[in-house]
């Protein structure tokens, strides 16, 4: 079975701090696809990143960095320098090797940047 | 590229009620899912379809629920009689009918309010 876990259910920081949001998945699958997702609260899911399980480099995007460590099934999401943009529920979500296949997602964490 | 389509975005219904959401998918995208996302927790899917053929189904409450893909386009999905319990946001998400392993697309979603 898949499960993905996403342990901080709320974090709250002042602008400019750095947070991190944890992931942990659990998948038997030798090939598999992780996804962070961001909800604003207009509420529409965006797409962040996208990793696969044959790829633990880790990806820095301007404020936005994800570590990826498949011997500690984690996958865990960094905003350096954070703004009050950034205050959003964020999920991580776990799809099997088979294009189109639905997602699992976490439970999320909601992040509150504070002024 | 316009994106995924729902309306309504909010809906308010009494109990034994019925209610209708509608979402029209990406041009092109074959794939089409409906989710349910109840307020702090990640989305739920309810049903795929692949064109106007339904993947998988298994966590659709088939007593109230229905959905449909008529025509491998647009998609409804029907709640009949609503229930407490089913106050949620509906996402609807597409997927593109190639073999890349690209994210899900997500529109705005309805939220739905059961009194």
């Known amino acids: 079975a898949q499960k993905v876990t996403q342990a901080q259910t709320e974090i709250s920081v002042v602008e400019k701090e750095d947070v991190t949001l944890d992931c942990v998945y659990e998948?038997?699958?030798?090939?598999?696809?992780l996804f962070w997702y961001k909800q604003p609260p207009s509420g529409e899911l965006v797409f962040l990143i996208r990793?696969?399980?044959?790829?633990?480099q880790n990806e820095i995007s301007g404020r936005y960095s994800w570590n990826f460590q498949k011997s500690t099934s984690s996958f865990n999401f960094t905003i350096t320098a954070s703004q009050v943009v950034d205050s959003a529920v964020y999920f991580c979500a776990l799809r099997r090797d088979n294009y189109g296949q639905n997602f699992v997602f976490g439970p999320g964490t909601r992040l509150s940047v504070l002024p | 590229e316009a994106g995924v389509a729902q309306s309504p975005r909010y809906k308010i219904i009494e109990k034994r009620q019925s209610v209708a959401f509608w979402c029209n998918p990406i041009?092109?995208?074959?794939?089409l899912y409906w989710y349910q996302q109840i307020l702090g927790q990640g989305p739920k899917l309810l049903i795929q379809f692949q064109n106007n053929g339904v993947v998988d189904d298994s966590q659709l409450p088939k007593d109230r629920f229905s959905a449909e893909r008529l025509k491998g386009v647009d998609s409804t999905l029907k709640i009949q009689p609503a229930k407490l319990e089913d106050s949620a946001v509906y996402l609807c998400?597409?997927?593109?009918?190639?073999?890349?392993?690209?994210?899900?697309?997500f529109g705005p979603g309805t939220r739905l309010t059961v009194l």
């Open positions: 990793r696969n399980s044959f790829d633990e």
């Open positions: 041009s092109g995208h074959a794939t």
């Open positions: 998400a597409s997927y593109p009918d190639t073999n890349t392993y690209n994210e899900q697309f």
């Open positions: 998948t038997r699958d030798t090939t598999y696809y």
